[in-house]
């Protein structure tokens, strides 16, 4: 409810901006266990719903749509952390802390910009356009 009111791509990702380090560890010798969280049945309903309620749009911005094909994330507000995942902590499944993102988002989430990286571009697609970026 506090994401919606800012109206932009760059504004959006600053509010949610992590600031990590490629590479920091978050769950160690227990990745297991939000690689378990992220394969359940709860999991996978919430995430459609989000998606759902995103319209596919990163960030959930009408005018960005995620490309068809493009994996979309779902990305947590407020990060995870083992403890919520052994308590079973109902937060990290509700929608009002879930966003959904594209894997560069996410970076941008996490990472920071680089290179004055603002709003992804979007690629005109055509048909038998075979080139990736």
């Known amino acids: 409810s506090e994401l919606i009111q800012l109206l932009n791509y760059d504004d959006r990702v600053a509010y949610l901006q992590h600031n990590g380090s490629v590479g920091e560890d978050t769950f160690g010798f227990e990745r297991y266990l939000n690689q378990r969280f992220y394969r359940s049945k709860e999991w996978k309903s919430v ?18 749509p995620i490309p068809d094909g493009e994996p979309i994330l779902i990305h947590h507000m407020n990060p995870v952390t083992k403890d919520d995942i052994i308590s079973h902590s109902l937060d990290i499944l509700k929608p009002e802390y879930l966003i959904s993102v594209t894997q560069q988002t996410h970076n941008l989430i996490h990472y920071g ?17 075979t080139k990736l970026w």
């Open 113 to 129: 910009f680089q290179n004055g990286a603002t709003i992804p571009e979007t690629l005109e697609r055509v048909p038998g356009d």
């Open 47 to 64: 995430r459609n719903e989000v998606i759902l309620r995103d319209n596919a749009c990163d960030l959930g911005l009408e005018d960005l």
